[in-house]
């Protein structure tokens, strides 16, 4: 079985690299696919948009489906999705087209982000230690990948789909192949786990604090990811080729701090490590706004990875926590607040910088990201949720109180 494990947590973790490829050859290349399709400023947020709401779709489908199918075949299926989309994306000539290829993008991403995670958060109940920051310091890893590819084509003038096809050919045949070795909990998890996954339910209000977390540490996210090529070029006046640089920054500081995370979490504590990434995180956004030029903007892109990296990795492992018995459905639920964030990042930074400054506009999500300050208790390990003295909520009860939410 500790084989088993350890096969299953190397393919799923390659996995999460191919993920983090695939999104930062979107989102670095933004500009470019605005100029492929002749897509407005004004329109752009639109189709921003469009991709978080139908991966929220997706996610809450995911729900559903992991009841009758294992979380590992949804992600072995999903992730083929993806991949071609991308290349859709970069294929196509005309607007529907790109549509087309966002939507099925959307879609599939969503549920492959649930799938994912919850493969993450069981195999992590599996070996009983935090390895939850390891599996998205490899999509950091495939962030810097994606985006240094991104770099390459754009600095030679390359047109989209040459960019893409080779990528799409490599990583698409071995996700196939790697995909044999995922484990999930129906590999894994103990008879008593799975009777226990029968009579619990997740209630919504104690999954809330984990939701608005999530939600404000995707908001910074999408912030970097969706605007820190324009903000450098059109701001800070870099050329079109260092605008494709802060995102692969973020993503080298994502990966550092991922990479040793997970010791920090054994040794201070979720609650510590999640309060520190804060407070980095919202120093990160005032450097950024306050900063003269490129290389000081770099600094807070920086200060950015190292703060945002540690928050949603560690919010998926308390949602597990919270609800062991239902960890897939809690999961799902709360990575629809995933897009809420992106959802909501996007076109609040755009339109602020349109009727204020984009400098300005950084100082929302600074804000907001130290909201987590609030809620960083919810974090802790829950004894007294189940346990130490306190009853162990009925089913019953649980479907009363939130309608099954």
């Given at each position: 079985m500790t084989h088993v494990l350890r096969r299953g947590r190397g393919s799923l973790a390659f996995s999460f690299l191919v993920q983090g490829v695939a999104f930062a050859l979107l989102v670095t290349r933004i500009p470019a696919i605005q100029d492929r399709y002749g897509v407005s400023d004004?329109?752009?947020?639109?189709?921003?948009?469009?991709?978080?709401?139908?991966?929220?779709?997706?996610s809450v489908t995911t729900e559903r489906l992991v009841k009758r199918v294992r979380p590992s075949r949804l992600l072995r299926w999903s992730q083929p999705v993806v991949l071609l989309s991308l290349l859709g994306v970069g294929a196509g000539e005309r607007m529907v087209e790109l549509g087309v290829a966002l939507a099925a993008f959307?879609?599939?991403?969503?549920?492959?982000?649930?799938?994912?995670?919850?493969?993450?958060?069981?195999?992590?109940?599996?070996?009983?230690?935090?390895?939850?920051?390891?599996?998205?310091?490899?999509?950091?890893?495939?962030?810097?990948?994606?985006?240094?590819?991104?770099?390459?084509?754009?600095?030679?003038?390359?047109?989209?789909?040459?960019?893409?096809?080779p990528v799409v050919l490599v990583l698409l045949p071995a996700v196939l192949v790697g995909s044999r070795w995922y484990v999930d909990d129906r590999d894994a998890g103990s008879v008593a786990e799975e009777k226990d996954a029968e009579g619990q339910a997740v209630v919504f209000k104690w999954l809330l604090p984990l939701c608005l977390v999530m939600t404000v540490a995707y908001i910074g996210d999408s912030t970097v990811s969706n605007w820190s090529a324009k903000y450098l070029q059109d701001?800070?006046?870099s050329s079109e080729q260092?605008?494709?640089?802060?995102?692969?920054?973020?993503?080298?500081?994502?990966?550092?701090?991922?990479?040793?995370?997970?010791?920090?979490?054994?040794?201070?504590?979720a609650v510590a490590v999640v309060r520190g990434g804060a407070l980095v995180a919202a120093g990160g956004f005032a450097v950024v706004a306050a900063a003269p030029g490129a290389w000081v903007g770099m600094l807070g892109f920086t200060l950015l990875g190292l703060g945002l990296c540690v928050l949603v990795p560690q919010t998926f492992a308390a949602a597990g926590r919270l609800f062991p018995g239902a960890s897939d459905?809690?999961?799902?639920?709360?990575?629809?607040?995933?897009?809420?964030?992106?959802?909501?990042?996007?076109?609040?930074?755009?339109?602020?910088?349109?009727?204020?400054?984009?400098?300005?506009?950084?100082?929302?999500?600074?804000?907001?990201?130290?909201?987590?300050?609030?809620?960083?208790?919810?974090?802790?390990?829950?004894?007294?949720?189940?346990?130490?003295?306190h009853e162990r909520p009925r089913t019953a009860d649980v479907g009363r109180g939130s309608n099954g939410l």
């Open positions: 004004a329109l752009l947020p639109a189709f921003l948009a469009a991709v978080p709401i139908l991966a929220g779709v997706g959307g879609l599939a991403v969503g549920v492959l982000d649930a799938s994912m995670n919850m493969l993450g958060v069981s195999l992590q109940r599996s070996y009983g230690r935090s390895i939850m920051l390891s599996f998205h310091a490899a999509y950091s890893l495939g962030g810097i990948v994606g985006a240094s590819l991104a770099w390459v084509g754009a600095h030679w003038h390359l047109a989209l789909w040459v960019s893409y096809l701001v800070l006046g260092m605008a494709t640089v802060p995102y692969n920054v973020y993503m080298v500081t994502t990966l550092l701090g991922r990479a040793i995370g997970d010791l920090g979490v054994r040794r201070f504590g459905a809690a999961v799902a639920r709360l990575n629809v607040f995933n897009y809420v964030g992106f959802l909501i990042g996007s076109p609040l930074v755009g339109a602020l910088g349109d009727l204020w400054s984009y400098r300005g506009a950084m100082l929302v999500p600074m804000v907001l990201v130290l909201v987590t300050l609030v809620y960083a208790r919810s974090f802790a390990p829950q004894p007294d949720r189940y346990g130490g003295g």
